[in-house]
């Protein structure tokens, strides 16, 4: 028996961690069941992993091309869903009000940003591994600190994850979209993933080292190629974007 007034079993919001795992996993599918998503993430980087081990078209210095690739294929694979990816989804998810209606909800906006990381990390975790298994696969020979590795992909995906949302929460979708794509060509172009940054003039080649995408694919390259201790400078350029990104996205975030 029950007394009058009360509900069993008792009604109430679940627990903080459990609705962040939840979210976190509602997350994960919906990226993996996006084909415009996976093609971004997945498809593309691996084309270029296994189009640019393959064919000589462009000089990537001394060694198998594969040694020099491969970083920088994963310094992309972080971008790609990080900064692209995360953008572009929570761009519409804000025009359509899903945002709006998920911080009306019992987990708090910070926990909805907590899982979306969470997502994306899992997310991370799956490109790697695959990138990697194909990276072997043609060849590849990496040596080098894994501490430094975890380091450069953590500041990596903090400092892409301030971009990306500060981006989805400022500007309008469709803006989000067509800028985010934009982006994503210019850094694989620019940001040492494919073409080697000593092929620029001085002047951008200097402009260019101060991107994020030339810090993570340059250290990333420092340590699985060449073997260099903990690459400080570049994860200090990482660390002030991903400080940077991360507060302009809390200050000028707009949920609607």
Request: aromatic share 6%.
């Amino acid at each position: 028996m029950t007394a009058t007034g009360t509900f069993a079993p008792r009604p109430g919001a679940a627990p903080l961690s459990r609705m962040i795992r939840a979210q976190a996993a509602l997350e994960t599918r919906m990226l993996l069941r996006n084909g415009e998503q996976l093609l971004l993430t997945v498809v593309i980087p691996t084309l270029l992993l296994v189009l640019f081990s393959s064919v000589d078209i462009i000089d990537t210095g001394d060694g198998k091309a594969v040694d020099f690739l491969a970083p920088g294929v994963l310094a992309l694979a972080v971008m790609s869903t990080a900064f692209t990816g995360q953008a572009i989804a929570t761009g519409f998810e804000r025009r359509y009000g899903v945002l709006k209606r998920l911080g009306a909800s019992p987990l708090p906006r910070w926990g909805l940003m907590t899982a979306k990381t969470a997502s994306v990390l899992v997310t991370e975790v799956l490109q790697i591994t695959l990138l990697t298994v194909i990276a072997f696969a043609l060849g590849w020979s990496p040596h080098g600190n894994p501490l430094a590795v975890v380091l450069l992909l953590l500041l990596g995906t903090a400092a892409f994850s301030g971009l990306g949302l500060l981006m989805a929460g400022t500007l309008k979708a469709e803006a989000t979209l067509a800028a985010a794509n934009l982006v994503f060509l210019l850094l694989l172009v620019g940001g040492g993933v494919i073409v080697p940054l000593e092929k620029f003039p001085g002047a951008v080649r200097t402009a260019l080292e101060a991107l994020p995408i030339s810090a993570l694919s340059g250290g990333l390259r420092d340590v699985l190629r060449d073997g260099a201790g903990m690459p400080w400078a570049d994860l200090g350029i990482l660390g002030v974007w991903a400080v940077l990104g991360l507060g302009a996205a809390a200050r000028f975030f707009r949920w609607e």
